[in-house]
C-alpha cells in the first residue's frame, strides 16, 4: 500500500481542501515518508512502515493545519474589505495533537524496537 493525501485526510478528518491544502499534505508525506526510511528495522513489514508513515503524516500535517488556524482570522474581503465571519468556533487543538503524536511514536516504535520518542 502507498499511503494516499485522502488517506491522511480521512485520519485526520479534515476532507476540505480549503481547510488543508494538498501540497502541505503531500509535503509532510514526504517528511514522514523520509524519516520512516531512515529509522525502520530491515525486519520491519510493509504494512507497519506505511502505518507509521501515515500517522507521522497525520501528525505533522495537522500541526500545519493547527497553526493556519490559529494565524488565519476567519473571513473574506468583499470589495476590498474584510468581512469576519460571525459565529466562528474555535478549535482547540493541542488534545488531537498529542493523541496523533502519542499514535506517530507507537507506529515508530513497531519498525524500530527500542527506539525513544521521536517527535
Not at 39 to 66: G, M, N, W
Not at 70 to 89: D, N, Y
Amino acid at each position: 500500500m502507498v499511503v494516499t493525501v485522502d488517506q491522511i485526510r480521512t485520519v485526520l478528518n479534515l476532507m476540505d481542501s480549503d481547510e488543508l491544502a494538498d501540497s502541505v499534505i503531500e509535503l509532510n508525506l514526504v517528511r514522514a515518508q523520509t524519516k520512516v526510511d531512515a529509522v525502520a528495522r530491515y525486519t520491519a513489514t510493509e504494512a507497519l512502515k506505511d502505518d507509521a508513515i501515515l500517522s507521522l503524516a497525520a501528525f505533522y500535517s495537522y500541526q500545519s493545519h493547527a497553526d493556519r488556524i490559529k494565524h488565519q482570522l476567519p473571513g473574506h474581503f468583499v470589495e476590498g474589505r474584510w468581512t469576519p465571519i460571525a459565529g466562528v468556533k474555535v478549535r482547540d487543538t493541542t488534545s488531537k495533537l498529542n493523541s496523533l503524536r502519542n499514535d506517530a511514536n507507537e507506529a515508530l516504535k513497531l519498525v524500530r524496537p527500542r527506539i525513544g520518542r521521536i517527535v
